[in-house]
T-cell receptor
Framework: GEQVEQRPPHLSVREGDSAIIICTYT??????FSWYKQEAGAGLQLLMS?????DRKEEQGLTVLLNKKDKRLSLNLTAAHPGDSAVYFCAVSNTGNYKYVFGAGTRLKVIA | DMKVTQMPRYLIKRMGENVLLECGQDMSHETMYWYRQDPGLGLQLIYISYDVDSNSEGDIPKGYRVSRKKREHFSLILDSAKTNQTSVYFC????????????FGPGTRLLVL
C-alpha cells in the first residue's frame, strides 16, 4: 500500500525565514494531495490541497509544489511568523477510494 | 457553518470498560472517518464509512467497531477497552465534490487505565 514519509520531524526557523516541509509517497496513482496544520489541542485544519494535474499552487504565503516524477510534495511557508508554529501534516489519496495516508508530521517552531 | 463535532472531548476509562465516541457533521457529507493519533505516527485510519450502514475497515480496525445509522452521525465503539487504546481520536468527513478536503473534529482524548 501507499507509504508516505515526511521530513523533517522537527523544524525551527526565525521569524521572516522560509520553512520547507517535504513528503515523499510511493503510489504513482495518487491523485489528491493536501497539507494540514494542527495547533496544540485542536483538530487538523486544511491549508491547501492540489490535484495531480497541478505542479504549483500559491496562496497567502504558502506554496505547494508537486513533483510527480520524484513522487515528492512540498510545503513552503514564506516569511514564517510565530503564529505559524504548529504541527504540519501532508496527506495523500488515490482516485476514488477516499482513503488518505498521512505523513508522521513536522513540528514547526518559529522564533520571534 | 461547516462543522464536525466530537463528544466527549476527554474521557478516562478503566481497562475492560466499554467506550463510545460520538461524531457529528452538519455538511451532509457521505464519507466519514475515524482516526487515532499517536506521537510520531501521524494519523492512522481505523474505519471509513461511505454512507449509512456502509462501513469499511481502515488500517488498524482491530479492537474497534463503528456504527452509522444516520448520515450526520458516526460512532466509534471500543468493546472492553485496552490500555494500548489510549490515544487521541479524530473524526473527519468529506464530500463527493471536494474529495481532496477533509473536515476534522477537535478530537477526543481517551485515557484507558
Amino acid at each position: 500500500g501507499e507509504q508516505v514519509e515526511q521530513r523533517p520531524p522537527h523544524l525551527s526557523v526565525r521569524e521572516g525565514d522560509s520553512a520547507i516541509i517535504i513528503c515523499t509517497y510511493t503510489d504513482s496513482a495518487t491523485a489528491y494531495f493536501s497539507w494540514y496544520k494542527q495547533e496544540a489541542g485542536a483538530g487538523l485544519q486544511l491549508l491547501m490541497s492540489v490535484l495531480s494535474n497541478v505542479d504549483r499552487k500559491e496562496e497567502q504565503g504558502l506554496t505547494v509544489l508537486l513533483n510527480k516524477k520524484d513522487k515528492r510534495l512540498s510545503l513552503n511557508l514564506t516569511a514564517a511568523h510565530p503564529g505559524d508554529s504548529a504541527v504540519y501534516f501532508c496527506a495523500v489519496s488515490n482516485t476514488g477510494n477516499y482513503k488518505y495516508v498521512f505523513g508522521a508530521g513536522t513540528r514547526l517552531k518559529v522564533i520571534a | 457553518d461547516m462543522k464536525v463535532t466530537q463528544m466527549p472531548r476527554y474521557l478516562i476509562k478503566r481497562m475492560g470498560e466499554n467506550v463510545l465516541l460520538e461524531c457529528g457533521q452538519d455538511m451532509s457529507h457521505e464519507t466519514m472517518y475515524w482516526y487515532r493519533q499517536d506521537p510520531g505516527l501521524g494519523l492512522q485510519l481505523i474505519y471509513i464509512s461511505y454512507d449509512v450502514d456502509s462501513n469499511s475497515e481502515g488500517d488498524i480496525p482491530k479492537g474497534y467497531r463503528v456504527s452509522r445509522k444516520k448520515r450526520e452521525h458516526f460512532s466509534l465503539i471500543l468493546d472492553s477497552a485496552k490500555t494500548n487504546q489510549t490515544s487521541v481520536y479524530f473524526c473527519a468527513s468529506t464530500g463527493d465534490i471536494n474529495q481532496d478536503t477533509q473536515y476534522f473534529g477537535p478530537g477526543t482524548r481517551l485515557l484507558v487505565l
